[in-house]
Antibody
Framework: EVQVVESGGGLVQPGGSLRLSCAVS????????VSWARQAPGKGLEWVANIKQDGSQKYYGDSVRGRFTISRDNAKNSLYLQMNSLRAEDTAVYYC???????WGQGTVVTVSS | EVVLTQSPDFQSVTPKEKVTITCRASQSIGSSLHWYQQKADQSPKLLIKYASQPFSGVPSRFSGSGSGTDFTLTINSLEVEDAATYYC?????????FGQGTKVEIK
């Protein structure tokens, strides 16, 4: 059974930084693209970023490009999202998804507020 | 950016009824269209990959069709447990995008 578990969410002030982590088990993560998506309170899903198997290609949504950085550690079956220059509109549940967007975690809550 | 427009936004349906949700893309995306189900206070779950391929473990009452710009998710014989919001998602081009969602309520 594939399991995806996010961590690292919390309350941060505008302009601050936060690093999210995601642990994947039940599949060989190095064989797959992995992704982050988010969902603001009461809103729909928004694709955030993804990264190729070997980390050589990374893509970002327009609203986070230049502020967020996706990375992975295949030896640890882990995915990361470094979030800088956070804004109120980044407040959301952040989901990690393995094998593209096939398997999703339960999400971690990020709140940006003073 | 490819814009995905779902219709309807909301549907109230009686159990055992057939449900049809459409997703229209602003440009051709081939078959790179996927469907997800999100129940209240849960994370999304993949239902259909590449327009018509059922994901592992998905009940057979869920099916998908379409290609190019017009896609359909069909739920045959709706069950109470199918109350959820359904999203389409395209992986044809970056940035990847989602539709706005269709909420299905049980009457």
């Amino acid at each position: 059974e594939v399991q995806v578990v996010e961590s690292g969410g919390g309350l941060v002030q505008p302009g601050g930084s936060l690093r999210l982590s995601c642990a994947v088990s039940g599949l060989i993560m190095s064989n797959y693209w992995v992704s982050w998506a988010r969902q603001a309170p009461g809103k729909g899903l928004e694709w955030v970023a993804n990264i190729k198997q070997d980390g050589s290609q990374k893509y970002y949504g327009d609203s986070v490009r230049g502020r967020f950085t996706i990375s992975r550690d295949n030896a640890k079956n882990s995915l990361y999202l470094q979030m800088n220059s956070l804004r109120a509109e980044d407040t959301a549940v952040y989901y990690c998804a393995a094998a593209g967007l096939d398997y999703w975690g339960q999400g971690t809550v990020v709140t940006v507020s003073s | 950016e490819v814009v995905l427009t779902q219709s309807p936004d909301f549907q109230s349906v009686t159990p055992k009824e057939k449900v049809t949700i459409t997703c229209r893309a602003s440009q051709s995306i081939g078959s790179s269209l996927h469907w997800y189900q999100q129940k209240a206070d849960q994370s999304p779950k993949l239902l259909i990959k590449y327009a018509s391929q059922p994901f592992s473990g998905v009940p057979s009452r869920f099916s998908g069709s379409g290609s190019g710009t017009d896609f359909t998710l069909t739920i045959n014989s709706l069950e109470v447990e199918d109350a959820a919001t359904y999203y389409c998602h395209q992986s044809s081009s970056y940035p990847q995008t989602f539709g706005q969602g269709t909420k299905v309520e049980i009457k």
